[in-house]
């Protein structure tokens, strides 16, 4: 097992002090805006040949065929290697400083029932980087047995809705004020752990699958509440030309993607940072047979790299 980091003084309980900063980008911090003034939106088409065949493989092989793999799960898996990789996605600015979240989270939204006003639950799971478990078997494990929970509950009684049916209840001349002093709290990293735990803002990212619905978007906000730098939309699936040439004449293939794009903080990291991330992302959705590798074992990406021509 690696030696666990301590804290020092000036660290948050959910995340370290970056001490480390490039000057440039500290200073830039300071006149930059807030979060949602430095939204920048990444796009992009993941070819769905191999991953569909992976999964397709994946749930022929599943001992419990109710919990089936979805690409949802290996998107979750992909974030997560790829986030591990890259360090400087799992950072967030909060009053003016940089920090590096202490694990690798992600929340996102499960309806009980695709219809209109169908409740809805908040699921929120994290990845164990260190594990023998596979970030595929983690994300599918986690987000199975979560989803499954919120559909069979009669009512919604996730941590984030109480938290918020509670505040609801107070009298307006009450819930202005707390409000006013959660907000604060938060802009100085003393919110309580239970608020911090159940806010799908303080996640890593916080994913949208809007091709479940049959819906196609390609941005989504982010807010300044909370320490969420990453917004990701996964839509729904589309056949796109794809041209080759061969001995001089050109060929044209119907060829299946799945659009995913991505909403990131362009105060965490630079264009370049960015860029080899995206290409990290999409090569690991590329050959996801990569994502059943133990998550404590190291993925050569440079070589990936190599191999994938992202």
């Known amino acids: 097992m690696p030696e666990e980091r301590k804290n020092r003084r000036g660290d948050r309980y959910d995340a370290y002090l970056v001490r480390n900063m490039d000057p440039l980008q500290g200073f830039m911090n300071y006149v930059m805006g807030d979060r949602t003034d430095n939204e920048a939106v990444i796009h992009l088409d993941v070819p ?68 209109d006003g169908a409740e809805e639950g908040l699921v929120i799971t994290t990845y164990k980087k260190d594990s023998e478990t596979s970030a595929l078997e983690q994300m599918h494990l986690s987000t199975c047995k979560m989803v499954a929970e919120i559909r069979e509950k009669e009512e919604n009684h996730d941590d984030t809705t109480k938290i918020m049916e509670t505040l609801l209840k107070l009298p307006g001349f009450i819930f202005k004020p707390v409000v006013a002093l959660i907000l604060h709290l938060d802009r100085v990293g003393k919110l309580p752990k239970s608020f911090v735990k159940a806010n799908p803002y303080g996640c890593t990212c916080f994913i949208s699958n809007l091709g479940s619905i ?14 969420n730098s990453i917004f990701g939309i996964l839509g729904r699936k589309e056949k796109k030309p794809v041209f080759t040439e061969e001995n001089g004449v050109v060929k044209t293939e119907l060829k299946e993607f799945l659009p ?27 050959k996801p047979e990569l994502l059943d590798l133990p998550a404590n074992e190291k993925i050569d990406y440079e070589k990936l790299l190599e191999e994938v021509d992202v």
Do not use: C
């Not at 049959?214 to 320490?227: E, P």
């Not at 105060?267 to 960015?274: L, M, P, S």
């Open 214 to 227: 049959k819906m196609d978007a390609s941005y989504h906000h982010l807010i300044n509440f909370g320490t």
């Open 260 to 286: 995913i794009s991505l909403t990131v903080d362009e105060r965490i990291a630079d264009g370049v940072y960015y860029a080899k991330t995206v290409r990290i992302f999409k090569a690991l959705l590329m």
């Open 48 to 115: 769905m040949e191999n991953l569909d065949a992976f999964i397709a493989k994946k749930n022929a092989e599943n001992e419990n065929p109710i919990f089936k793999y979805t690409f949802m799960h290996a998107v979750l898996a992909a974030l997560a290697r790829t986030i591990e990789a890259r360090p400087k996605m799992n950072y967030f600015v909060r009053n003016k400083k940089f920090w590096e979240r202490k694990v690798i989270s992600f929340s996102f939204i499960a309806k009980k029932q695709k219809i």
